[in-house]
């Protein structure tokens, strides 16, 4: 299929996560809990033997519904995954997920998580079929996701490593190969997935930033990087500012993706990012209401005070993996009409 290169003024583009159909995964379960960091295989509806297929099924649901809504960028929804980093962590050599550790998430609760028992090695490829998928069946501009080094370190119970800055510089060599297979394989954009750099600030300058840089050596494809504050549907409180955000100015990362719809954040802070491509999370995921086209307009609109429109995708503030479909499905919609009147405004 033919890619297409080219991106209007003010592209439109999910996170990563999409919402998953009910008929294959148990929403409710999913809702219950904190995102899984070991498998979480209860989750699913469908048979073992027929999962793979049904994946595939809903993940072309998925990119329709991205190219139905407009969407400029498309993702393959991430419908695979039982949460955004276990897909990928769980694949590694060096942890052992059958007999999970304990490691307190971002909100102070204890997590089962890998174990790692030795040292981290990406032996295979993990999402590389996932992008041919996703690049088979669409000629739009396609973007995968990845976890960052910094939050599978944080996300690991570390039984081999002389301390977490060894174990996340491992991971970062597994990041690092996965992101230039992916590049190769037909993603134009990967995004890598570090919300704990938010959430564990101090650790994230000690030696995060540096895992960060590492999975980014020698790659020459477009990247991105995502730092939130945690899904909206499991984290309630949205803090005024970013904790850590400045300190990517010097990452030879091309984009920043960050969310400013929930917490109403501050957008000076774009100054400190001048370098840099602005993923602008527009879209409120703590309300299954449906933002109209006017509304996220005016949540871009914020942005041009500090940036030029030409530096913006226009995008959700975090996965909308929680989301009801219908209420994914119309803020879709509202970011492809807001972009379409900002387009009409800027000429």
Known sequence: MEVSVSLPLLPTSLVGSYAQPDW?????KLAGRFPPRVRAKELWRVAP???????????????????DAGLDVVTDGEIRRE??????ATALDGVDVDNPGTALDRSGHPNP??????????????????????????????????????????????????????????YAVAVNAEIRALHEAGADVVQIDEPYMQARP???????????????DGVTGTTAVHICFGYAAIIH??????????????????????????????????????????????????????ETAEVVAGRVRR????????????????GMKYLPRDSA????????????????ELG
């Not at 294959?24 to 409710?28: E, G, L, N, W, Y």
């Not at 499905?329 to 900002?342: D, P, Q, V, W, Y």
């Open 113 to 170: 998580v890998p174990r790692i028992t030795g040292p981290i090695r990406r032996t295979r490829p993990v999402e590389v079929d996932d992008v041919r998928f996703l690049r088979a069946h669409t000629d739009r501009t396609v973007k995968m996701t990845v976890p960052g080094p910094f939050t599978m370190s944080q996300q690991a119970q570390n039984d081999h490593y002389p301390d977490a800055e060894a174990a996340a510089m491992d």
């Open 329 to 344: 499905e119309g803020k879709m919609r509202a970011m492809s009409g807001a972009a379409a009147l900002l387009r009409a």
């Open 237 to 290: 409180e949205r803090p005024e500012g970013y904790s850590f955000l400045p300190e990517l100015a010097g990452c030879p990362v091309d984009q920043v993706s960050i969310e400013t719809a929930q917490s109403g954040l501050d957008l000076g802070v774009l100054a400190d990012l001048a370098g840099k491509t602005i993923i602008l999370g527009v879209i409120d995921l703590s309300d299954p209401a449906v």
């Open 83 to 88: 949460s955004y980093s276990n897909h990928f």
């Open 303 to 318: 942005a041009f005070a500090h940036t030029a429109p030409e530096n913006l995708v226009i995008s959700t503030d975090c």
């Open 24 to 28: 294959i995964i148990d929403r409710a």
């Open 49 to 67: 033997e027929f999962l793979a297929q049904a994946q595939d099924d809903a993940t072309l649901l998925a990119i329709r519904a991205q190219e």
């Open 202 to 216: 101090d650790a994230a300058r000690a030696y995060g930033l540096a895992a960060l840089n590492a999975a980014l």
